[in-house]
């Protein structure tokens, strides 16, 4: 895919990406330094570009690159601090290193699972936010199961770029206590794991389980099906960058099948169609693609416009790679479904640095709106903006809203439950602190907990507060 000069600016091109983008094309590096850290794993052009050629195209670049990216045009000014929401710290004065790689709500059991980088811990709480169990892990936890007498827990392995497939999936048992313990290790030899689902593909009646292995220059989409005491892995994307998928029946034939989004390069989403088997050895379909520097971070499939064909909202806003300056093309679009699986934008909201978005009828009035985080907003001017309240009020028009609370951190996961059982969702978001990953990164242990970091905020919906529903006639 053909980058367009325009995506960076010109100091950005030269000293950032032109450099990278010459390793992977074969380009002889300018030092002995440069030719000893080359990354073995990086996938290079068997026919490298001759140096004629290359300097041909930085010069491209160069000339026809902006000084500086545009600043963000948005279609409306956000509000500050919506009232459908109060909004605190999930535990008050909650030690942690605020590098949260893990937040999800079970419903059905009334858990909330808390897990960060930095020291590695593994939280349980119940809904009343009492700490129920406690672990410290080999690596930082980005994905869990949970069933009624056991955890499933996804372990990265190492969580910064890297190609060791030492990822693992991680059976533990609950004691009658509640405390937990480790039983086994269920899959192990992953390529930086970061998402995991169990479903009965083949009609067995046992559940197999996808997994997305994002790695970095290796990696992969793969299924792991049970084979007496082991998993036997069926590898359905041998491409790196796989980070969340979806399991419905896009096609119409009754068969589940998967919607994956890739980043990492090839920024995609692709439908893995079930060929009746549950190998998904068939037809695969690119239903939407992006250029390599969207930084694509989140997607899922919503009905947004009311004709029963899931649409997609798309949130991409990865700024931690080779071009850290604030892009006005990062924030949420939702690509509508022409009932065919023809997908078309229809909205986009920018917002710098977006991560990932929770979307729900928050207000009861019978359509879906949605919230977001932003690992990389604009700290400088507009802080607040690092999470935001988009209200549906119909036909892809949105009221947005900010958060002053977001001020004090970036932000990252998010998970969605009725947290105090009033009948209306409430939120949790977790943050990304990466003073906090630095510290680390440089080897320094010292203490990680700043008095003004909130690690986790919740974000409880104050409607059944406010005389109830707003539906609209």
């Keep these: 895919m053909f980058p367009e000069p325009a995506l960076l600016d010109k100091k950005t091109w030269r000293t950032g990406v032109l450099p990278q983008m010459a390793l992977r094309l074969g380009v002889p590096p300018k030092s002995l330094f440069a030719e000893m850290h080359r990354d073995p794993e990086m996938v290079v052009l068997t026919k490298a570009v001759s140096e ?19 600043q963000q045009s948005l279609p409306a000014q956000p509000q500050v ?13 909650l030690h942690s290193s605020a590098i949260i790689t893990l937040l999800k709500t079970d419903t059905v059991n009334e858990r909330i699972f808390v ?15 009492h700490l129920k169990a406690s672990l410290t892990l080999g ?24 190609d060791q497939p030492k990822g693992t999936l991680v059976q533990y048992d609950f004691a009658r206590d509640g405390s937990l313990h480790f039983s086994k290790v269920l899959i192990d030899s992953l ?29 992969r989409l793969a299924l792991y099906r049970e084979d007496g005491a082991t998993y036997q892995r069926h590898v359905l994307d041998a491409t790196p960058g796989a980070i969340r998928f979806e399991i419905l029946d896009l096609t119409g034939d009754g068969l589940p099948d998967i919607v994956a989004l890739f980043a990492q ?7 893995f169609a079930n060929d009746g088997t549950g190998d998904f050895a068939g037809r695969r379909t690119v239903l939407a693609r992006f250029p390599p520097i969207y930084g694509s971070m989140y997607f899922t499939m919503r009905d947004f416009n009311g004709d029963g064909k899931p649409d997609i909202l798309y949130v991409n806003g990865d700024n931690f790679d080779y071009s850290r300056v604030l892009k006005p093309y990062h924030g949420i679009r939702i690509l509508e479904n022409d009932g065919h699986n023809n997908f078309t934008e229809r909205y986009f909201f920018p917002v710098y640095g977006a991560a990932q978005a929770v979307v729900a009828d928050f207000d009861k009035d019978g359509d879906l709106d949605i919230l977001t985080t932003s690992n990389f907003a604009d700290s400088a001017r507009h802080p607040e903006r690092g999470i935001m309240y988009f209200e549906n009020v119909g036909r892809y028009q949105f009221k947005p809203y900010a958060f002053s609370i977001a001020r004090g951190n970036q932000w990252n996961v998010m998970a969605t439950a009725d ?13 990304m602190h990466l003073a906090d ?3 680390i990164q440089r080897s320094f242990r010292g203490p990680t907990l700043e008095a003004a970091v909130e690690p986790i905020l919740l974000f409880e919906n104050r409607m059944s507060h406010d005389g109830g529903s707003r539906v609209r006639p």
């Excluded at 050629?53 to 990216?69: G, N, R």
């Excluded at 947290?419 to 943050?431: K, Q």
């Design 437 to 439: 990953i630095a510290r």
């Design 191 to 219: 390529f930086r794991p970061v998402f995991v689902k169990q479903f009965d593909f083949a009609g067995h009646g046992r559940k197999d389980f996808v997994i997305c292995e994002f790695g970095n220059n290796r990696g």
């Design 265 to 271: 390069g090839d920024e995609r989403i692709v439908l």
């Design 139 to 162: 690596s930082p936890p980005t994905d869990v199961i949970s069933e009624r007498d056991r955890l499933l827990v996804l372990e990265s392995g190492m969580l910064e770029p890297n």
């Design 81 to 93: 601090d919506p009232p459908l929401f109060s909004a605190g710290p999930f535990v008050p004065r």
């Design 52 to 70: 004629p050629d290359w300097e041909t195209i930085v010069a491209y670049y160069l000339e026809h690159a902006p000084d500086t990216l545009p």
């Design 115 to 129: 897990g960060e980088a930095g020291t590695n811990t593994f939280r349980v709480f119940d809904f009343d936010r």
């Design 419 to 431: 947290l105090n059982r009033d009948g209306w969702p409430d939120v949790i978001i977790g943050a």
